[in-house]
């Protein structure tokens, strides 16, 4: 089910919540916590049922095995070693997102170098496979270190399930929330979180639905279109897929933290306004923010462990390596390393700087961050790597200029081998393709993002009204489906 | 037992700034150098002078230089 469906916002969110406050006022926390349960596995199974035995699966496999880590008794060796059974969990988890991920990579990567035709298997990627494998591989290393106390299936199965997290982040960490569970038994409906929450919810649809879905129909069009786009097409059709994911997936995450709220459940900021960066260190610190924790503490410190003395150029290098493979887990194909070798490299460098004390106008800092991010965006987006090198080659002016008909008396812009005529037709643009694609750029600058305009909302009716617009506004234009960008990782 | 003072030559070696002075609550807001990414290579770098190891889900909840030293020390007891 979609945050961004009449029967998720009208049916789904409020009959959970109604029967979660019924169960709790009766104090039937038990019960209010199964429900929960069973309504995120519902909302999992509304979009295929076939999948359910698998995160089913996938939970009871790793809950068993971080409760025979956690109780393992050193002093009473078994026959197998805490080792081998931590080893055991992290590689059937890694080979569950290997089958249904990478397999079809791996196999054409095969045939490629090899020369066979090994037929592809054409697997369907189980919703949230990449975000539920990851949490659960944290969870299994922390049982592996000490560090699961707490030991209850059902806080654990919510943990991993809770339905506004479940498809696409912020990516949780079991200490955060299994306590918040646990301490569940006491809590009634709270007015203030419910407005709160609602507020964040709408805004975040109103992000999804009135901005993402109107730049990605320019960006899909420039992207998936097979004639060569000239140097303006090209460079809007780039800079909209930017905006496009930037308000598709930290407006998803508004609505995951917003529902939250309302749950009385406290989920983990994913965006402060990445686009204001004026580094590439900065905007990892701003972009998916759940994921740059995730990385530095269970990718970029493993490695930097095991490449023994720390040395400056060491860390520079397991970095790199931590961009890599994060690149990887976003999506089987070369685009999506080259996307991770890029961002280790433009951290990399960003360090290197910083080292050196080097100065950095702000200014020249942001131009050069955004610029490059929207490059590797190119890479994120394209269908494949020669899809990716026409659009860069269309974004350097390979494919020429070409400018709107009314500039046609211009001599002078003729000279300079300037052609004239539909300028935006290859991407299905209009003038309103320019206006608001430059309209975006002081809006993700300077504006406030919707955390810090939640953070000033008061009970006033100022504020109701503003709910209330940017709720119908919303819903109005949510007649056409379309799925959050990050479904597809 | 550890001490500050046993732990300022690694802190002065991570964040490369000889002036680095320690207290109990000196914090990542007091080191211009140490962000989430030096943290870690922080931690690490205490790992390896100690030889104690520490969980890599507690790592980012050390605050400052106190709970480090704490739980150094309740590692080495």
New interface residues.
């Given amino acids: 089910m979609l945050f961004n469906s009449f029967e998720f916002i009208l049916a789904f969110l409020p009959a959970t919540l109604l029967v979660y406050f019924v169960l709790l006022r009766q104090r039937l926390t038990m019960a209010a916590k199964s429900w929960l349960l069973f309504a995120s596995l519902f909302f999992y199974s509304w979009w295929n049922v076939r999948y359910l035995p698998l995160i089913l699966g996938s939970i009871l496999f790793n809950y068993t095995i971080g409760g025979l880590l956690a109780e393992y008794d050193a002093d009473r060796p078994k026959a197998v070693s805490k080792r081998a059974i931590f080893v055991t969990g992290v590689i059937a988890n890694i080979l569950l997102l290997c089958w249904f991920k990478y397999m079809d990579f791996f196999i054409a990567t095969a045939n490629g170098l090899l020369g066979t035709h090994l037929p592809l298997l054409k697997i369907v990627l189980p919703l949230g496979i990449s975000f539920f494998t990851i949490t659960q591989i944290a969870f299994l290393v922390d049982a592996y270190e000490g560090l699961v106390e707490e030991r209850n299936l059902l806080n654990y199965a919510l943990f991993v399930t809770f339905f506004p997290h479940l498809l696409a982040g912020p990516i949780l960490h079991h200490k955060d929330m299994m306590p918040q569970f646990e301490r569940l038994r006491n809590k009634v409906v709270t007015w203030k979180n419910l407005y709160l929450g609602l507020m964040l919810f709408f805004l975040g649809l109103f992000k999804k639905v009135v901005v993402a879905d109107t730049f990605s129909q320019w960006a899909s069009a420039g992207f998936d279109t097979t004639q060569p786009l000239t140097l303006v097409p090209a460079w809007l059709a780039a800079l909209s897929y930017t905006f496009q994911l930037y308000f598709d997936f930290s407006g998803y995450s508004d609505m995951a933290v917003g529902i939250g709220w309302m749950f009385n459940v406290s989920l983990p900021i994913n965006f402060n306004s990445p686009y204001k960066a004026t580094g590439m260190i900065d905007f990892w610190k701003r972009w998916h923010i759940t994921l740059t924790t995730f990385v530095t503490t269970y990718l970029y410190t493993p490695i930097l462990r095991a490449f023994g003395r720390i040395t400056f150029s060491r860390s520079l290098g397991a970095i790199f390596l931590a961009m890599l493979i994060s690149g990887f887990w976003h999506g089987a194909g070369w685009t999506f390393i080259i996307w991770g070798g890029m961002h280790g490299l433009g951290l990399v460098v960003n360090h290197a700087w910083k080292k050196r004390k080097l100065p950095m106008p702000g200014l020249l800092g942001w131009l050069i961050t955004f610029n490059f991010v929207n490059l590797s965006f190119v890479f994120f987006r394209a269908k494949s790597l020669d899809n990716a090198l026409r659009m860069l080659g269309g974004m350097a002016g390979m494919n020429g200029v070409m400018l709107h008909r009314s500039l046609a008396t211009s001599k002078l812009l003729a000279k300079m081998g300037i052609t004239f005529g539909g300028w935006l037709d290859a991407i299905k643009g209009s003038d309103r393709t320019w206006i608001m694609v430059l309209c975006a750029f002081p809006i993700v600058v300077f504006w406030k993002n919707s955390l810090e305009i939640v953070s000033r909302v008061r009970p006033a009716w100022s504020w109701f009204a503003l709910l209330l617009i940017v709720a119908y506004w919303s819903l109005l234009d949510m007649s056409k489906v379309s799925e959050f960008l990050y479904f597809q990782f | 037992m550890t001490t500050l003072e046993t732990l300022e030559p690694i802190f002065r070696e991570?964040f490369?700034d000889k002036s680095i002075t320690l207290r109990r609550e000196t914090t990542a807001d007091d080191i211009e150098?140490w962000?989430?990414?030096t943290h870690?290579?922080l931690?690490?770098?205490l790992?390896?002078k100690f030889k104690v190891k520490f969980?890599?889900?507690?790592?980012?909840k050390l605050k400052n230089v106190g709970e480090m030293l704490d739980l150094i020390n309740k590692k080495l007891a």
């Fill in positions: 991570v490369d150098e962000d989430s990414l870690m290579n931690v690490v770098a790992e390896l969980a890599l889900g507690e790592m980012q």
